[in-house]
């Protein structure tokens, strides 16, 4: 059957939320500044994308047949995706329990928040940092507090090996420095 014959339905909006896969009973801690970032997320979604895809939607509804009306349809879809984000947001942001690393009395071991250098196997050096599951970002270095390698390095101090599971097998990592 062509999907012209089909009648979009509102089961859509139901989507799962495409949330990080987080262990039951672990809490979600979260920096300062990475619940601020969920925050800002969620506002400008709020104020600016939604309102904004509001105005096409009605504007593209009074043009006539919906069926083939792309900007219509594209809209709507687009609705339920920020619609479906800001559920995701708020739940996250309710359940966050913002931990500040500057507040962290015992600076010389490996805790939420640190900035650990360490050297992996082959000598190099690598600096991630420790931080909640809904802010980390690879491409800032930031690792899940949950993650392999965080697991390995909490509670250690500086000059201390400790090992992470790899697909490859077990590696040793020598902690270098540790940053709060």
Do not use: H
């Amino acid at each position: 059957m062509s999907k012209a014959f089909t009648k979009e339905t509102e089961s859509e909006t139901d989507l799962e939320d495409d949330s990080p896969a987080a262990p039951l009973g672990v809490k979600n801690y979260i920096t300062p500044e990475g619940l601020q970032r969920l925050r800002d997320e969620f506002r400008e979604l709020q104020q600016v994308e939604r309102p904004k895809i509001v105005e096409i939607v009605s504007w593209a509804a009074g043009n006539g047949d919906r069926s083939e009306n792309g900007d219509y349809i594209y809209g709507k879809k687009r609705l339920r995706e920020i619609d479906r984000r800001m559920r995701f947001l708020m739940k996250r942001i309710e359940i966050a329990e913002a931990v500040d690393p500057r507040q962290q009395k015992n600076k010389a071991r490996v805790f939420f928040g640190a900035t650990v250098t360490y050297l992996n196997a082959r000598g190099e050096p690598k600096k991630v940092r420790i931080v909640g599951i809904d802010e980390a970002r690879s491409e800032c270095n930031e690792i899940s507090w949950i993650s392999p390698i965080a697991k390995a390095l909490l509670k250690a101090e500086a000059g201390d090996v400790v090992e992470v599971r790899t697909p490859k097998g077990i590696e040793p990592l020598e902690i270098v420095t540790i940053e709060y």
